[in-house]
């Protein structure tokens, strides 16, 4: 399977968020059953015992990236 690369200014939605160590994989998962348009993420800054993980999220859809900024920011 090829998957497609695309830039981030190619989406029309954007967000930071920081998660504890552990909890991305339920954010991913989360995001891979409720999302109907297209999305990204990327890692920014890993997570460890100290200090959370900041991540960036792209959305094409406002309603996909309303629905994730309510769960999970």
Same mark, same amino acid.
């Given at each position: #399977? =090829? =998957?497609a !690369?695309?830039?981030?200014? &190619?989406?029309?939605?954007? $967000?930071?968020i920081?998660?504890?160590?552990? +909890? $991305?994989? &339920? +954010? =991913? +998962?989360?995001?891979?059953?409720? #999302? !109907?348009?297209?999305?990204?993420? !990327?890692?920014i800054?890993?997570? &460890?015992? !100290?200090?959370?993980?900041?991540? #960036?999220?792209?959305f094409?859809s406002?309603?996909?990236?309303?629905?994730?900024?309510?769960?999970?920011?």
């Open positions: #399977m =090829i =998957i !690369q695309r830039v981030e200014q &190619s989406f029309a939605h954007s $967000i930071e920081a998660k504890p160590f552990g +909890v $991305i994989d &339920s +954010v =991913i +998962v989360w995001c891979k059953s409720e #999302m !109907q348009g297209d999305w990204r993420w !990327q890692l800054d890993t997570s &460890s015992d !100290q200090r959370p993980g900041r991540y #960036m999220f792209y094409d406002a309603v996909d990236f309303f629905a994730f900024t309510m769960k999970w920011s």
